[in-house]
């Protein structure tokens, strides 16, 4: 099975910084697909952004242009940086890969437990 463990999180100003990282364990044989979503109150979590193993990339327009996502194949470990943060970017902020778990399983979704950021004006 597959554990992912965020960090990262935490409260700025507009306009500022944050640098997520998200980092899988656990018992498996691949992770092919891992990505960011987020959650505001009251709103339906939705997908900020995406990185296959080939490093194919996909964003939010919201956060196109502000938003970076990398990973460390060899450390199984995603990264968010987000920059000229706004107010409207407060979520919580869950990790998400798609692994699979021998070599003849199918691939499974697998979340984080969310991390907080918080934009304020």
């Known amino acids: 099975q597959v554990q992912l463990v965020e960090s990262g999180g935490g409260s700025v100003q507009n306009g500022g910084s944050l640098r997520l990282s998200c980092a899988a364990s656990g018992s498996f044989f691949s992770i092919n697909y891992m990505g960011w979503y987020r959650q505001a109150p009251g709103k339906q979590r939705e997908k900020v952004a995406g990185m296959d193993n080939g490093g194919l990339t996909n964003y939010l327009d919201s956060v196109k242009g502000r938003f970076t996502i990398s990973r460390d194949n060899a450390k199984n470990t995603v990264y968010l940086q987000m920059n000229s943060l706004k107010p409207e970017d407060t979520a919580v902020y869950y990790c998400?890969?798609?692994?699979?778990?021998?070599?003849?399983?199918?691939?499974?979704?697998?979340w984080g437990q969310g991390t907080q950021v918080t934009v304020s004006s």
């Open positions: 998400y890969c798609v692994g699979t778990v021998t070599r003849s399983s199918l691939p499974s979704d697998t």
